[in-house]
Every structure is written in C-alpha cells, then in structure tokens.
C-alpha cells in the first residue's frame, strides 16, 4: 500500500495589488520588483477573511475536484476525514486555537483530529510527510493537508523589503490509502532545520519571549522582520541539499523528473539553485509572478495551477522543495 495525493485544491482571494499600486505609497517601481523577485502582483485577503477561511476554501476545492482527478475514487465527505493538518504561520489566533479546528468545524468533520503545523514556508512539506506516515501507519485512512496564509496582515506596508514580497492565498491535497493506483504515490521526504538562524526571518514581538506590552512594544516589532541576503543564501543551499539527497534516495536522476515544485519565495533564488547544480530551469513551475510568496500555501496553489493546466498528469514524477523562518527546509518525492 501507498500513500498517494487523490486531489488538490486552491484558492486565493479576489483582490489584487500590483506592483505599480505599491509605488504608490512605497519608494519602488514595478521594473525593480519584477527583476529582482519575478514578483507582479500578489493577492490579498478582505478585511474580514483570516487563514481558516480561505483553507477551508481550498479544502472544498480539493473535494470537490476527487472527481476529476481521481477517476474511479469515492467521493468524500467531510465525515470521511480522520485528520486535518493546516500548515501556517499566520493562523487566526495567536497559539491557540488551532487554524485546523475551524477548518475542522466548517467542513462538519466531526470524526476528524486537526492540529496545526508551524514549519513556515517549509509548512506544506512536513503536513505531506506527516500526513503519508498517519495513512501507512493505519492510525487515519483520509487526511486533509492544507496551507493557508494571510501575511497581508503580519507585513509592515510601510517596509519596501518585506511588503513587496508576500501575498495571501491557500492550497489544500486530499491523501489517502492507494490500494487502487497504479503506480502513484508519497514515496519519501527530506525535513531539516537550522534553529541557529531563527533571527533572519521572524515576528520579534507578540509572543512569550519577547510579549506585546502597549505602549512600550514598538509596532514594526508586531511585524515580519527578515534578513533577505542570509535568507537568499540559505535557500539555495537548502534547495540544493534536498533535491540532491531526495535523487539519491530514490535512486532517480534529474532527468528523470517531470516536475520540480518550489516554494515561490524568489525567481531569483531558483535561478541561482538551478545554475549552480546545472539543472533544467525549464522542469521548476514557477507562478510567483502572479502570486508573491505564499509561504506554506505556494506549492499546493502551484499543484493546482498546473493540474489545472494539465501540466500535472498520473505518472508524473514530482519533487516538491520547501525553504522557510526557523529556518525550515524540505522536500517530498511522489508519483502524481
């Protein structure tokens, strides 16, 4: 028996800000933003719209679509769900509740456990990783991954760095036992972590180390702080360092794969990855352009765009590579 993806789903809100509407209140132009991120535009969420709602968005999606992209397979309802596993670092409340236990109480899954997973941009790795073992282990037969972030509201607008960067949005896969499919699969994964580098991408205030005291917390402390040179060097190592380990597991080649899946944090960081490591640029998606980065829900809203497209087909030999604050890094090898 296998784990395998049997749908994906995504949504992203409505409202669109591009780069030209941010030189309007920032010191940038669209010319430097594109060149140096791939950036467009991004999407960002309503007033009234947190984490849980657009998750739980993706997640009907990605029920929705069983049929479609799992020809043959039962549909599911949410009762059939064991476990919802919600990667994000913008939840709906800080600490708890979990993001997943709305996500839980909107689908009507009342058999379900949901937890949320904090792993960053690297979020929707681990959910897959962590989702493939509940299934083999037999402790869940249908699990929801989900990634669902709304940085619009942990940015500073105010900070051309960091505000130009990130956008809001969700993706959510279906995974379940495989005994039908021919062939696909979750196969393994690479999970890492350099703790030593916590300070190059964080929320310096708001939590128990260092807690929001009105009046003496200063507001830009509230918001995302983030060291883009040492980020950009991590990324490409980690991105490196898990494609190479997760071929060698699998005793396949580059050549080989159909598609690589990155976090779509920086055209530019792909770029560099690809060039030093020789590999195709033409097998990574990219969709930064239109959607910034999403952190945990980048590579699912990816999934979806290209099965959408029909550029994700069954059989497709798929590497998903994920880079993120903690720092966080991995990846996941599955036959679509």
């Known amino acids: ?112 456990g949901a937890m949320d997973l904090v792993a960053a941009c690297t979020g929707f790795i681990y959910g897959l990783e962590t989702a493939k073992n509940f299934v083999l282990s037999g402790a869940a037969r249908n699990v929801l991954v989900v990634g669902a972030e709304v940085y619009s509201k942990i940015i500073n607008w105010k900070d051309r760095s960091t505000c130009v960067l990130f956008g ?14 021919a062939g696909s699969g979750i196969f393994s994964s ?63 080649s580059m050549d080989e794969i159909d598609h690589v899946i990155p976090h779509q944090a920086n055209k530019r960081i792909i770029e560099a990855a690809c060039k030093r490591n020789g590999w195709p640029e033409e097998k990574f998606f990219m969709n930064i352009r239109h959607y910034a980065n999403t952190s945990a829900a980048s590579i699912p809203i990816a999934m979806e765009e290209m099965q959408r497209k029909g550029l994700l087909k069954r059989g497709d030999k798929v590497l998903t590579i994920g880079f993120g604050s903690g720092l966080t890094f991995g990846g996941n090898y599955f036959i679509w």
């Open 1 to 112: 028996m296998q784990a395998y993806i049997r749908s994906v789903g995504a949504y992203v809100p409505e409202k669109i800000i591009t780069n030209d509407d941010l030189a309007k209140t920032i010191d940038t132009n669209d010319e430097w933003i594109f060149s140096h991120t791939g950036i467009k535009e991004r999407r960002v969420a309503a007033e009234n719209e947190a984490a849980s709602d657009l998750g739980y968005a993706a997640v009907r999606h990605a029920l929705d679509n069983i049929s479609l992209q799992d020809p043959g397979g039962e549909e599911l309802k949410g009762s059939d769900i064991d476990l919802v596993l919600l990667a994000t670092s913008t939840p709906d409340y800080p600490g708890l509740p979990s993001t997943a236990c709305i996500v839980q109480d909107k689908l009507g899954a009342e058999n379900a």
């Open 168 to 181: 809001d949005g969700a993706g959510a896969v279906v995974v379940s036992p495989g005994e039908k499919t």
């Open 190 to 252: 690479v999970l890492g972590s350099r703790g030593s580098g916590v300070e190059h991408l964080l929320r310096p205030a708001g939590g128990t180390r260092t807690p929001y005291v009105p009046g003496i917390t200063p507001e830009e402390d509230l918001y995302l702080h983030m060291n883009g040179r040492q980020v950009y060097v991590f990324a490409v190592q980690a991105i490196t360092d898990s494609i190479n380990r997760l071929l060698e597991i699998n005793s396949v």
